[in-house]
T-cell receptor
Framework: KNQVEQSPQSLIILEGKNCTLQ??????????LRWYKQDTGRGPVSLTI?????NTKSNGRYTATLDADTKQSSLHITASQLSDSASYIC????????????FGTGTRLKVLA | EAGVVQSPRYKIIEKKQPVAFWCNPI?????LYWYRQNLGQGPELLIR????????DSQLPKDRFSAERLKGVDSTLKIQPAELGDSAVYLC?????????????FGPGTRLTVT
């Protein structure tokens, strides 16, 4: 069964600190992996997209890594800000015509002042 | 460029009543998705359209849910009759192909509360 599991389920850190979120998947075949940020009351917004041939992708203070062999990804947030408080969702795409997306349950991050 | 537009943003109805959600995707996006997101969970796909054709509706509870995208642009999702368990956020998304990868854009969602 194609699954995407994220950890931790929730995380609280102090402003300015770094953190790393994890994503493990069993989706096969695999097309690409995305990290989304979802603010409360909003739809998810894409942070990074990585194909199976890429092992790192950065977007400002967000850096995603991918190990296609172990089927693991991580999202590292550097120098966290209060505005980073959100849910971070890992999404794996399995080729199926024009793509099928399998969503993780997300990690809820709270950044405190 | 306008993003994905959804309406209404919030809806409260009593169980057994009908409800409809509307979505206008980003101009030029042929693929449109409806997702349901329960509290604390990731979105679950309900239906995916390529233009006006529903190409994946395997997760749509067809006894009470229906969707249409008549002209291949905007779309409506209907629930009739609604049940308490239908309370969730209903997200619409559309996608385009950028550099060989399909980029998916989400609307703000409609939060449905069934009482």
């Amino acid at each position: 069964k194609n699954q995407v599991e994220q950890s931790p389920q929730s995380l609280i850190i102090l402003e300015g600190k770094n953190c790393t979120l994890q994503c493990n998947y069993t989706v096969s075949p695999f097309s690409n992996l995305r990290w989304y940020k979802q603010d409360t009351g909003r739809g998810p917004v894409s942070l990074t997209i990585m194909t199976f041939s890429e092992n790192t992708k950065s977007n400002g203070r967000y850096t995603a890594t991918l190990d296609a062999d172990t089927k693991q990804s991580s999202l590292h947030i550097t120098a966290s800000q209060l505005s980073d408080s959100a849910s971070y969702i890992c999404v794996v795409s399995a080729p199926s015509g024009t793509y099928k997306y399998i969503f993780g349950t997300g990690t809820r991050l709270k950044v405190l002042a | 460029e306008a993003g994905v537009v959804q309406s209404p943003r919030y809806k409260i109805i009593e169980k057994k009543q009908p409800v409809a959600f509307w979505c206008n995707p980003i101009s030029g996006h042929n693929t449109l998705y409806w997702y349901r997101q329960n509290l604390g969970q990731g979105p679950e796909l309900l239906i995916r359209y390529e233009n006006e054709e529903a190409v994946d509706d395997s997760q749509l509870p067809k006894d009470r849910f229906s969707a249409e995208r008549l002209k291949g642009v905007d779309s409506t999702l209907k629930i009739q009759p609604a049940e308490l368990g239908d309370s969730a956020v209903y997200l619409c998304a559309s996608s385009s192909r950028t550099g060989g990868v399909y980029e998916q854009y989400f609307g703000p969602g409609t939060r449905l509360t069934v009482t």
